[in-house]
């Protein structure tokens, strides 16, 4: 059964580049790799996905290496408004109907300094 | 916000009554999930739908039922609460079109739900 682990927390400061790493074994071979920020008392907000190498869009960059067993969420230049709580989210296959299983990181505490 | 409202947007209720949750969403999308979101174990999918009367089970469904009769409208009941279902629940839905295998999806706003 698949699995992630992402840092409980990280501190960084405004204007400084936050890369947050999350481990997943074992996923689903097929999948995205997605990641999403979550401010307080507000649902996720999708931020970026992934299948291979690099993708970027307009606030992130996502790392995944050839063998998809961790992806690396790149945040350029963080300003204050960045502290959120980032999940990762992988799939895995869990029957032989190709059913999928979400399984969601616990989320990466990014406080971001003055 | 992908157009996704939920109601109520907090509720207290008393062990044992039935509860309901609304999801409504305004665009149509096929795929809908309920998930709950508790301190220590993240995000945890429920139910989910794939179109109208068309419902699965995710890894903590015991204890909740779901229903959708129509496209924008993805009911979550709690049959009998109970002090554990105490909880922020979310509504999702995934775009039309997503990729098999894309995860990517849009949330309502929660739920805050306390059973005493």
């Known amino acids: 059964l698949a699995k992630t682990t992402q840092p409980i927390s990280m501190d960084s400061y405004e204007g400084q580049e936050v890369n947050i790493t999350c481990s997943h074994n074992n996923i689903a071979t097929n999948d995205y790799i997605t990641w999403y920020q979550q401010f307080p008392s507000q649902g996720p907000r999708f931020i970026i996905q992934?299948?291979?190498?690099?993708v970027t869009n307009e606030v992130a960059s996502l790392f995944i290496p050839a063998d998809r067993k961790s992806s690396t969420l790149s945040l350029p230049r963080v300003s204050l408004s960045d502290t959120a709580v980032y999940y990762c989210?992988?799939?895995?296959?869990?029957?032989?109907?190709?059913?999928?299983?979400?399984?969601w990181g616990l989320g990466t505490s990014l406080a971001v300094n003055p | 916000d992908a157009g996704i409202t939920q109601s109520p947007r907090h509720k207290v209720t008393e062990t044992g009554t039935p509860v309901t949750l609304r999801c409504h969403q305004t665009?149509?999308?096929?795929?809908m999930y309920w998930y709950r979101q508790d301190p220590g174990h993240g995000l945890r999918l429920i139910h989910y739908s794939y179109g109208v009367k068309d419902t699965d089970k995710g890894e903590v469904s015991d204890g909740y039922s779901v229903s959708r009769s129509k496209t924008e409208d993805f009911l979550l009941t709690l049959e009998s609460a109970t002090s554990s279902q105490t909880s922020v629940y979310f509504c999702?839905?995934?775009?039309?079109?997503?990729?098999?295998?894309?995860?990517?999806?849009?949330f309502g706003p929660g739920t805050r739900l306390t059973v005493t």
């Open positions: 992934g299948y291979k190498t690099k």
């Open positions: 999702a839905i995934r775009p039309g079109g997503g990729r098999e295998g894309s995860y990517e999806q849009y």
């Open positions: 989210l992988v799939g895995d296959i869990i029957n032989a109907g190709n059913n999928r299983k979400l399984i």
């Open positions: 665009e149509n999308h096929r795929y």
